[in-house]
T-cell receptor
């Protein structure tokens, strides 16, 4: 049972364009939504994360938009660059009242290619 | 500061052989995770430890898989006997209580079982 659904599976954009990756979740108890970036041959690395008390978080060219009522969140990459070509994973978990639960539920990933 | 260190980086083994993957978490981190990554299933959490104690092993596929964490700086994931369907990239990751849920991954162990 996949609790976090990510789309699209792959995406190609032109340099300078906007890349948009979407995720939807089911569990309303989730209160932490990170995005991880993975380059070939490397492990995933945290890119940006959001809590449900805000609707948007921006770090440089990367923005998370969060829609609590729709149970959806998305990653926007502005002015996409060839160096952004990687696989992007969304994830979700509970942090508040988590005890020692540190289990992230992952999307299946989006392979992003940015053409020069 | 050194990141999560995994060994071996690449392993090719024959079906039926024992495979042992090793991990050194980031110093001071009290959570350690073992993940498996394949094209078909994405990232799967196999097991995680808190203060060297296994908390959730529900992702371990079957009895052929076992994981140990004898101390805060070392963990192993063992597959015995290995099968071709175990071919995947195995990631170790660690995190620290109080750092939110940020997880730091190693570079992975690429396992091929022939």
């Amino acid at each position: 049972q996949q609790q976090v659904k990510q789309s699209p599976q792959s995406l190609i954009v032109q340099k300078g364009g906007i890349s948009i990756i979407n995720c939807a979740y089911e569990n309303t108890a989730f209160d932490y939504f990170p995005w991880y970036q993975q380059f070939p041959g490397k492990g995933p690395a945290l890119l940006i994360a959001i809590r449900p008390d805000v609707s948007e978080k921006k770090e440089g060219r990367f923005t998370i938009s969060f829609n609590k009522s729709a149970k959806q969140f998305s990653l926007h990459i502005m002015d996409s660059q060839p160096g952004d070509s990687a696989t992007y994973f969304c994830a979700a978990s509970t942090v508040r009242n988590a005890g020692n639960n540190r289990k992230l539920i992952w999307g299946l990933g989006t392979s992003l290619g940015v053409n020069p | 500061d050194a990141g999560v260190i995994q060994s071996p980086r690449h392993e090719v083994t024959e079906m039926g052989q024992e495979v042992t993957l090793r991990c050194k978490p980031i110093s001071g981190h009290d959570y350690l995770f073992w993940y498996r990554q394949t094209m078909m299933r994405g990232l799967e959490l196999l097991i995680y430890f808190n203060n060297n104690v296994p908390i959730d092993d529900s992702g371990m596929p079957e009895d052929r898989f076992s994981a140990k964490m004898p101390n805060a700086s070392f963990s192993t994931l063992k597959i015995q006997p290995s099968e071709p369907r175990d071919s995947a990239v195995y990631f170790c990751a660690s995190s620290r209580q109080g750092s939110g849920n940020t997880i730091y991954f190693g570079e992975g162990s690429w396992l091929t079982v022939v």
